[in-house]
């Protein structure tokens, strides 16, 4: 643009919104949404840039991957050129910088940090004086902690709308022109929600009346008393329609074009924004829940998230003790590959095409593949720093047990040794003989032993000849009707022979001997049920009796096998007890004997149609836990956050019923009256059914048609994890955040040759659920992130127990937040206050 046309946009700039305040005037957004991994062909820059030279009165949000001008600079450099003249003109407003776009509410507080951090500094490469202003998004790609994060990323304002893309649901209609979205730990950030008036479009399953430039829209808003109301669509980036209203001046109703930006500095001074506190449950979100493709997904994507901050974890201590500098561009590339895999693409449309040749299931596989081998790799050289040559050529060898979590822990760990070992001893630091057990397995010589580990630390142990010392044990028993009891210092179980191995009684004997599974009612707990509509009926795995094998039983560990089958396909699980462990571990595997229909009915070609059969989980299969116990509330993690229910139950068969009945890592089941409950962890993001005439349960499959007609198979066997943990006490009593970590960050264990033999503990935090969320290395200092996990504010002393020169309080672009008193307790130890508001995390840098 030249200088001349430039003053007069402006100006026009300066005061079109400011007249529009005067009467009433709607405003609409415009913009595209893409990538060069979901769709953005390469002549889509020079169109857009073309049409705003134009169209003088025309306004563009942006909504692009970060990698796509990584491809524009190289083939189409003058398209590119010019866009970066543009990056600061306020015609263009960038409002999502993550990395992939993701959903947000499926995946780790932790990754969602990761795709604003890096989907930011990437952007800069591009365009060094870009400001992110305003968060808006196309898709639902929301999470109730996301003020807080906005905030520190140095957002000023948020949109709760996505009004043309609803395939995968919509935010719950709340509110006026304005409000203060408030997080669970107290942020505010100003945001423009779907007014309470703005419903679903009829004869839609994918928009809400927002999406369009319709005289009953605005007559709705206006009747709501919102004089200027705002209307939003994000074309698709390869759309080629140009403005989505059309050109000119004057457009129909006396709608203008605006930024998000400018229509929130323009028209929110002086206007009323009153808080809501938004729960989980007010995204009303839905995927394919169940079907195999996105299950399978979301179990690589965990697995991935997990192995990633356990590796930079233990790759921190190495280098606060050993000097070790992990290699950052491979620690970035993995990081990278995750956050591809968490596209928001990845979930909505995996069998889509992302490359010739390739879908996205296909590449998330290869994506997760090579950050989990990336994080392995970082752990093994982390590891190997710590090797030393001083021989003791007396000990075959040590063992070495890292805990990345802040709190203490005594579990169980295997290790794999070298072939030639003969039976040996374990020993601890101290010189106490730990029971251990060793075996020779498919993978070679693995010894297993009980270790105590301090928390965010290791521990070492000595390795010596001799066999290991159990105590004779016998904790699995059969009665005379072939029930298999399975018994140790924590449960007595019972599995019922004649009902497939389903949970006849679970006694537990921490709480009194209190009984756990149902002893009345149609479902049993551990049942396995689904509703087959290729024959109309529903199957359990308790309709045929099942076969006990003890695969393990000791002092340690207790392991039994179940068999069985549902409706002719045969299913293995196993269940595992360990000594002193409250939670109890489940495997499941199906062998499908081919793709079996599953779910409420055979969903026709009418995909689009609001009833849908992919939606109610009563039908799926699923995972059925009755309880011995009435009522009861539910709770549930969300990143950065924990749920408490109000729903009275998750049942619903419409496009425009959505509930959110989402698990991200964990839901609990809580009896208030009898002061006790049942958590149930999994190894996946996906959905759970329950209400007063259902029992809590775990969705595992379902087949058939799906969102775009596609046919969401089964190809393959069922395989899922997850874990019961009964207890006493609420959730946060019961520390099922702190299970849950335990389980997604378990203890990593490592065979020596040679080692010096002592304990560490590098960060010390008193007993309660304050979290390190991450401790990595960047750019030659150490990040430290602490999470609240719990609902009252947190006031704590922390110790760094080893040398450093000083801390600053950071925000999550950086911004400093200033020196943080240390008091120095011992020539390498310092402790520093802590003060976090609930569910509230707070970064700190670390100059060793």
Not at 108 to 127: L, V
Not at 193 to 203: F, T, V
Not at 280 to 304: F, H, P, Y
Not at 426 to 441: K, N
Request: hydrophobic share 40%; net charge neutral.
């Amino acid at each position: 643009m030249g200088a001349r046309q430039r003053f007069w946009t402006g100006l026009c700039l300066l005061l079109a919104p400011i007249a529009g305040l005067w009467a009433q005037q709607p405003y609409f957004v415009d913009g595209y949404h893409g990538g060069i991994y979901g769709h953005y062909p390469l002549w889509v820059t020079s169109f857009m840039l073309d049409h705003l030279d134009k169209q003088p009165a025309w306004r563009v949000g942006l909504e692009i991957e970060p990698e796509t001008w990584d491809t524009v600079r190289l083939k189409d450099p003058a398209g590119y050129a010019r866009l970066r003249q543009w990056s600061t003109d306020p015609r263009l407003d960038f409002t999502n910088p993550t990395y992939a776009q993701p959903y947000l509410y499926n995946i780790s507080g932790e990754s969602i940090i990761r795709q604003f951090a890096y989907g930011m500094a990437r952007y800069r490469r591009h365009f060094p004086d870009i400001r992110f202003t305003t968060y808006a998004v196309e898709e639902p790609c929301f999470t109730s902690s996301l003020p807080q994060l906005l905030r520190q990323f140095g957002f000023d304002y948020a949109v709760l709308k996505c009004p043309n893309t609803c395939w995968g649901g919509y935010t719950r209609a709340h509110g006026g022109a304005f409000l203060n979205w408030v997080g669970p730990d107290g942020t505010g950030i100003l945001t423009v929600p779907r007014y309470a008036n703005e419903a679903l479009e009829q004869n839609s399953t994918w928009q809400t009346t927002a999406w369009a430039n319709t005289s009953s829209y605005w007559k709705s808003c206006f009747d709501a008393g919102i004089s200027n109301p705002v209307g939003m669509c994000y074309q698709d980036a390869g759309w080629d329609k140009g403005p989505w209203l059309g050109g000119g001046n004057e457009l129909p109703n006396g709608v203008r074009y605006s930024t998000w930006t400018e229509y929130f500095k323009a028209v929110a001074p002086g206007q009323p924004a009153p808080d809501w506190r938004l729960s989980q449950e007010d995204l009303l979100v839905n995927l394919m829940w169940g079907s195999q493709v996105l299950q399978q997904i979301a179990q690589q994507v965990r697995t991935a998230e997990n192995k990633m901050i356990q590796a930079e974890k233990i790759a921190a201590m190495a280098y606060i003790e050993r000097g070790f500098v992990p290699d950052s561009s491979r620690m970035d590339e993995a990081w990278r590959t995750l956050m591809l895999a968490q596209h928001h693409d990845s979930w909505i449309v995996p069998y889509n095409r992302l490359h010739k040749g390739q879908t996205w299931a296909q590449a998330i596989r290869q994506w997760t593949d090579s950050s989990i081998a990336a994080a392995e790799d970082i752990i093994a050289a982390a590891d190997a720093a710590y090797a030393v040559v001083a021989p003791d050529r007396q000990a075959p060898g040590f063992v070495r047990v890292y805990n990345t979590l802040a709190a203490p822990r005594t579990d169980l760990v295997q290790v794999a040794l070298p072939a030639a070992m003969g039976q040996l001893r374990v020993l601890d630091s101290r010189g106490q003989l730990i029971p251990s057990r060793q075996q020779r397995t498919a993978l070679g010589q693995q010894l297993e032993f009980k270790a105590a580990v301090q928390g965010f630390g290791y521990a070492t142990y000595r390795l010596a000849a001799g066999s290991g010392s159990q105590a004779p044990h016998k904790g699995v028993q059969f009665d005379a009707e072939g029930n298999c009891i399975l018994e140790n210092d924590m449960y007595r179980i019972v599995l019922d022979r004649k009902q497939g191995g389903t949970i006849r009684s679970l006694k537990a004997k921490f709480a009194g001997q209190q009984e756990f599974a149902a002893q009345q009612g149609t479902y049993r707990m551990g049942e396995i049920a689904g509703h087959f509509y290729e024959e109309g009926r529903l199957h359990s795995s308790k309709d045929h009796p099942a076969v006990f094998r003890i695969l393990r039983d000791n002092a340690l560990s207790t392991l039994v096998e179940i068999k069985g089958q549902i409706n002719g396909h045969p299913f293995v699980q196993q269940l595992a007890l360990e000594a002193g462990q409250q939670r109890i571990d489940m495997d499941l595997r199906i062998d499908w004997k081919g793709n079996v229909g599953i779910g409420e009915y055979r969903q026709q070609e009418r995909w689009t149609d609001n009833r849908r059969a992919f939606t109610d989980d009563r039908y799926k299969l699923k995972v059925m836990f009755p309880v011995d116990f009435a009522g009861g509330k539910v709770f549930k993690d969300a990143p950065f956050d924990v749920t408490e229910s109000r729903l009275e139950d998750t049942h619903f068969g419409q496009w425009d019923q959505i509930k959110n009945n989402v698990v991200l890592h964990w839901l609990d089941l809580y009896d208030a009256g009898g002061q006790r409950g049942l958590a149930v962890l999994t190894d996946h993001t996906g959905s759970y059914a329950q209400g007063s005439d259902f029992p809590l349960s775990l969705t595992a499959q379902y087949s058939g048609k799906g969102l775009w007609g596609m046919d969401y198979s089964i190809t393959g066997p069922l395989h899922i994890r997850y874990a019961l943990i009964p207890h006493r006490g609420n959730w946060l009593e019961a520390d099922i955040a702190g299970h849950s970590n335990a389980w997604n960050e378990p203890l990593v264990a490592r065979y020596h040759r040679q080692l010096d033999v002592h304990d560490r503990q590098l960060v010390r935090l008193p007993g309660g659920p304050l979290e390190i969320s991450a401790l990595h290395l960047d750019q030659g200092q150490l990040k430290l992130r602490l999470y609240n996990a719990q609902p009252n504010a947190s006031n704590v002393r922390l110790s760094l127990n080893f040398p450093l020169r000083a801390l600053r309080a950071v925000q999550l672009n950086g911004a400093d937040l200033g020196e943080v008193a240390l008091t120095k307790k011992k020539q390498q130890e310092a402790a520093f206050d802590v003060k976090i508001p609930p569910y509230g995390i707070q970064t700190f840098l670390i100059n060793p």
